[in-house]
């Protein structure tokens, strides 16, 4: 993350009226979040960075400040720093789901990031149509390719 890019942002809005995440949760705001950056400094443990959808809709500012790298740059910062937050957690969920199976197991997935609270998420009788439709399922089969899912994992760990 460049300190240079977010010094140029001269608080427009640009990037808040384009972003599809601001119109539907007002606690995510770029111009606000890039506003603090530019006074505090980042602030790894901000959970506002992990509602950006990354669908780059803030890169039409007209000082090319690119809120979604900025954000991005930031989570990668949380995640290697060892900052807890509900951001970092839900990547490593994810992470220890696909090395172990090789493939996403929502099921797992639910399990390992929010524990035992994700089953009240779902009413049973709506839980049963799922598992009976094939939407969902109790027993997790490890992916044909897994084994070569976790090699590229511990690759990337490595570089």
Known sequence: MNVSDIQRCYQCGTCTGDCPVAWVNEEFNPRRIVLSLQVNGQDLG??????????FK???????????????ELRKMAISGGVENVGTKLVKAFVDVVKEYGRLVETKFMLKFMGIESI???PPSIAFKMWRNGKVSISAKKSECAEEVRKIFEVCENA
Do not use: G, H, T
């Open 46 to 55: 901000n959970e506002a960075y992990w509602l950006c959808a990354m669908c």
């Open 58 to 72: 803030c890169l039409r500012c007209p000082r090319d400040v690119k809120p979604v790298e900025i954000f991005s």
């Open 120 to 122: 009240k998420m779902l």
